[in-house]
């Protein structure tokens, strides 16, 4: 095999595509995109799909198979269908000089042969990985050893880090590290995560792999003229009793430094509900900015720590530093440089400029960046939050 190998990702929108994202991103900080490919692209009009599928698996050294829960799917008579298009893509590969591996994502099960049909049997006897969400960033750190097997060790970050500690806390001396008798400075690790951008019309954001949505059931998330308009189910919210997350999310995995900007229109409703932006590490640690609606109008940043919430602009009377607004359409900023996060909006309605809202919130490590939606209501015959999400950027942090 070539020192740069082509790789397919082969996944289940419906499954995996949260996971075949954020995995995409890791392989092409090793690979060029030319070199990453995770859907079947350039099928010229009449062609067979399946000689599509053939052309596609011929150029590639490495085929990734995520298989999650929902990966095999069985008709009413529990037989899987053999002109499924993952299903295809798996034969193909199968078929083809590629090395074949498939990758279990959050403790799915690697399927039987007897569950598999014709010309997929085989992939039951590959050696399979596994890649979790709680534990993403050592899991792939396996998986690209396994893709790029002729890695020097000193590019094996968790390697290459932990020698670096011991060699530095027991030098007297200056800490170098010998790479085949040559002097070598100890490698500087990449940081846990990388800022991979993300712009474009919204409307692609739906069908972007890197983008993942949370708590989407069907109308939640629907493209109209001018942007995505996003509706809230009553009841949903950010914060809950119970710790979960009921709100709709749509964003995409991001670290390191970065920008999450958007701009929205909201269609007020009663009690309370609320449309902007969210950074989310877990239930617990999350940075949100929103347009808060109810019987007041205001611009509402808060955020969690370990569970512990604080208020930094209050929507409700009483709180700290309200910031009313009647504007319908506003600007939202959130920027994050090491573990602070600052925000700011705009009316832009009338136009208005980017005002900064007072304080910071902490949260480090990777998160999802994206807006959502939200409606505490529980009034029968109520509507919830419709919002129009007109555009959705993370732009880089330069140095």
């Not at 709680?134 to 893709?147: E, G, H």
């Not at 800490?175 to 490698?187: C, I, K, M, Q």
Request: glycine share 10%; net charge negative.
């Amino acid at each position: 095999m070539s020192l740069a190998p082509t790789v397919f990702v082969s996944y289940r929108r419906a499954d995996t595509q949260h996971v075949a994202g954020r995995l995409y991103d890791r392989l092409v900080t090793r690979l060029s995109k030319d070199r990453v490919f995770m859907d079947v692209t350039g099928i010229d009009p009449g062609e067979d799909f399946a000689t599509a599928i053939d052309r596609a698996m011929s150029r590639a050294d490495v085929v990734l198979v995520l298989i999650g829960p929902g990966w095999l799917r069985l008709d009413a008579g529990g037989r899987p269908d053999p002109d499924d298009v993952v299903l295809q893509e798996v034969r193909a590969a199968l078929r083809s000089k590629a090395r074949v591996i498939p990758v279990r994502v959050d403790g799915a099960p690697l399927p039987s042969r007897d569950q598999l049909p014709d010309g997929v049997r085989d992939l039951a006897r590959r050696q399979a990985l596994a890649v979790d969400h709680a534990s993403f960033q050592a899991d792939t750190d396996v998986l690209l050893d396994a893709v790029f097997p002729g890695r020097p060790w000193w590019q094996r970050w968790p390697v290459a880090i932990a020698i670096a500690l011991v060699i530095a806390a027991s030098a007297t001396t200056s800490t170098v590290l010998l790479v085949g008798g040559s002097r070598a400075e100890p490698p500087v690790p990449p940081p846990a995560t990388a800022c991979t951008p993300l712009g474009g019309p919204v409307a692609d954001l739906l069908t972007n792999p890197r983008v993942e949505r949370q708590n989407d059931t069907p109308g939640t998330f629907v493209p109209v003229p001018g942007g995505v308009q996003m509706t809230a189910p009553l009841g949903s919210d950010i914060r809950t009793e119970n710790g979960s997350i009921s709100a709709p999310v749509l964003g995409t995995r991001v670290g390191g430094d970065f920008r999450l900007e958007a701009q929205l229109q909201v269609a007020p409703t009663q009690p309370y509900s609320g449309a902007g932006l969210l950074l989310l590490r877990d239930p617990a640690n999350y940075v949100r900015l929103e347009r808060g609606i109810g019987s007041f109008d205001a611009i509402a940043l808060e955020f969690a720590e370990n569970g512990r919430h604080v208020k930094l602009h209050g929507p409700f009377r009483g709180e700290p530093l309200p910031v009313r607004t009647e504007a319908v359409r506003v600007g939202l900023r959130l920027e994050r440089r090491g573990d602070q996060v600052s925000a700011s909006w705009r009316d832009v309605s009338a136009d208005g400029p980017w005002q900064s809202l007072t304080g910071t919130a902490s949260l480090s490590d990777e998160v999802l960046a994206g807006a959502t939606v939200l409606d505490t209501g529980a009034t029968d015959g109520a509507e919830g939050l419709v919002a129009t999400l007109e555009t959705l950027s993370v732009t880089c942090a330069a140095g």
